[in-house]
């Protein structure tokens, strides 16, 4: 067996083994393993007539659309890698992206022609629907992937923070093989399997869904972003289809259990659904599982730094609405470190920082050496050789059973009323509350008080009453503010960056305890 050296052989297999069978299909269109076959090396030719540079990065303005995903492999033909950019950000933001990449191109799809025409000043714009008509010159394809190395960057995928420069983190060919090969064997996915695609492609679990479907010939059905909207028609899109598979957010998968959608419609053909992204409460994976008690379920770990995820777990037993749910063990070709502060192990049961080692371990944030030297470190506990640790700044604990738990972001572990806290466990114990549908906390260290932002229909005295069961009194949140929804990033996660400027911008809106009107 020759050793795999790019991502294309995915599509290549495929496409030779299952031309007619359905690859990808959104609202509008769909595109078998042939038609996708056909698009990207026409279109790697396209960008290859326009540069002879490879290895170099080639921007593409993305949609939820089966056309971007044709897009991104037309770039990797080219012997270039593929930079998902949000199209619907702003479009300073995008330019700030764009000036940092200094991009060979800039590819968009007829939903986003019109962004592309607000960024005169970089060139060549490619329309990938003109592209894909080119035709194919195989002796320039041929050439031009022969030139590609597992080392190589396949994408640049950036962060989707709401303040400063987002950073663009490099994963290459053999990150995304090893990830994909790992996930296929471990969860026994095949030709056979439908995915319902929640996640959007400028966001990196869409990885799955994306080399999953070419890997082992599956399909993946594109979900309209509106029925996000509306849970019961969602369900009903997903058994419509016949899916088998939900690689899904954390924040998609909550929001459907809060619905109440799943208590009216529950879809048949469902067999796993893999979560990640945030913190997975066990209220909603309950609610899942009293309407879908068949299904696997699996908590999956990881920043899009390892290539994904870095860590699962396997749900294979009841939780009560309260516990935490286990990140699990490693994926692998990974390890998974907890250090604490001296960069020394933690022992089990003790809080460390998780850091990860292995295959998945990106190259580092493109154009910037400063922020990857200082996330990428020396392992301490190799001295005799370079080789590299990701810190993570997420702390997690290892239980007596050998599973990994995640409790809360760095600056989540507080000292509060001369109590060490960690923010998580106080969410996982508000999570539980059924009145809550989402909540966020976070310290206030000049004050020195916990806030909390929940949605629900609770009020402040309410919850406090609430928590007297589960938390002790030095624990309890001292400032709340209700709201009918909390914040998201574009990716889906809350966004408690903007929060926090809420609060602090407009603390006189926000509710010390037992003021907070009911919601």
Known sequence: MSLQMNVLEYLESSAARLPDKLA????????????LHLRARA????????????????????EHTAATIAAFMG??????????IESQMPTSRIRDILKQLDPVALICTEDTRTVADQLPEFSP????????LTQPDDALISDRVSRILDIDPAYIMFTSGSTGLPKGIVISHHCVIDFVDWMADTLDFTENDVMANQVPFFFDPSVKDIYLTMKCGATTHIIPKKLFMFPLPLLK?????????????????????????????????LERVVIGGETMYAKQLNIWRRALPDVQYVNAYGPAEVTVDCTYYIIDREFADSESIPIGQKCRNKEVLLLGEDMKPVLIGEVGEICVR????????????????????QNPHCPWYREMLYRTGDMGMMREDGLLVFLTRQDGQIKHSGYRIELGEIETALSSLPQIREVACFFDKERDKIVCAYSGEINADGIIEALSAVLPKYMYPNIFKPMDVLPRTPNGKINRVKLKEDYFNEADSWFQRGFAPCS
Not at 24 to 35: H, I, K, Q, Y
Not at 125 to 132: G, K, L, N, P, T
Not at 358 to 377: E, H, I, P, Q, R
Request: glycine share 8%.
């Open 75 to 84: 770039v990797l033909y080219s012997g270039n890698y593929y930079v998902p």
């Open 24 to 35: 990808f299909a959104d609202e509008r269109e769909e595109l078998t393993f042939s038609n």
């Open 237 to 269: 899109f997903i058994d419509e289809k016949k899916a088998t598979v939900l690689n899904w957010s954390t924040a998609a998968f909550h929001m459907v259990a809060n619905s109440k959608a799943l208590e009216k419609f529950a879809p048949k053909t």
């Open 43 to 62: 279109l790697g030719t396209y960008i290859a007539g326009c540069s002879d540079l490879i290895n170099r990065p080639v921007a593409v303005l993305v």
């Open 358 to 377: 292995g295959g998945g371990l990106s190259m580092g944030y493109y154009g910037d050496n400063k922020k990857t030297n200082a996330a990428f470190v």
């Open 125 to 132: 714009v490619i329309h990938a629907e003109d592209a894909f």
